[in-house]
């Protein structure tokens, strides 16, 4: 996480402490001679899915003379699969997982950039990703639960809902069935979402399988 404040004095350090929340400060932090500095800066490892506070205070030239403690101030750390930042890592092929959209919240927006101009990424939406380790193409099977709901193959985070290179999409519960051509060290993201206008079509429970085409 990237933690930023305004320095209204003429302080050249500052002091912060980050908890996970319920716990209190301690009112020990780690010094820092930016007012914008990442967490891993300041030596903190922060787990996923888990809410934190932090405070700061302005260090004073003359010793005793610190600001008083503004905060807290809230983040929270997201979930693998909620956006192509953090996916869900897919180690290994044959690949089979079940699971629901409506686990991961809603990140993304519009349409997805092939195949429909249909907005199928207005709802919520799971990111999974993987590497190629060879040229033999793979088939992946998405099999929903709800209608209005796809699956769309991507090879860059950037491209996520401007320019896809595969997609399976329907208004029915059929499987969405993608051939993908794979490029041995491409990284390809996987997101599956739905069209979102109504409660019914805001997520979708799923199962997913990606196997290879070695025969």
């Known amino acids: 996480a990237t933690l930023s404040w305004t320095s209204s004095g003429s302080a050249s350090q500052w002091e912060v402490e980050v908890v996970q929340v319920p716990n209190a400060p301690t009112g020990t932090g780690v010094?820092?001679?930016?007012?914008t500095v990442t967490t891993a800066a300041l030596g903190l490892t922060l787990l996923q899915a888990t809410d934190y506070q932090y405070y700061?205070?302005?260090?004073c030239t003359a010793a005793g003379s610190e600001s008083a403690w503004a905060?807290?101030?809230?983040?929270?750390t997201s979930s693998p699969g909620e956006t192509c930042d953090a996916p869900i890592l897919i180690n290994s092929i044959p690949y089979v997982t079940t699971d629901n959209t409506g686990n991961y919240g809603d990140d993304y927006s519009g349409g997805p950039g092939c195949g429909t101009g249909s907005p199928y990424l207005n709802g919520d939406d799971v990111v999974y990703s993987f590497t190629a380790t060879d040229n033999i193409p793979v088939t992946i099977t998405m099999t929903p639960t709800a209608a209005w709901s796809g699956i769309f193959i991507y090879n860059s985070c950037a491209?996520?809902?401007?320019?896809c290179?595969?997609?399976?999409?329907g208004s029915n519960t059929n499987p969405r069935v993608i051939v993908l051509p794979q490029?041995?060290?491409?990284?390809?993201?996987?997101?599956?979402?739905?069209w979102g206008t109504t409660t019914a079509t805001q997520s979708t429970g799923y199962g997913l399988t990606i196997v290879k085409n070695s025969c």
Request: charged share 5%; aromatic share 14%; net charge neutral.
């Open 31 to 35: 010094v820092t001679s930016s007012t």
């Open 56 to 59: 700061v205070r302005a260090l």
């Open 71 to 76: 905060g807290p101030f809230d983040f929270s």
């Open 159 to 163: 491209n996520i809902g401007v320019s």
């Open 165 to 169: 290179i595969a997609s399976a999409f």
């Open 183 to 194: 490029t041995a060290g491409v990284t390809y993201y996987i997101v599956i979402s739905t």
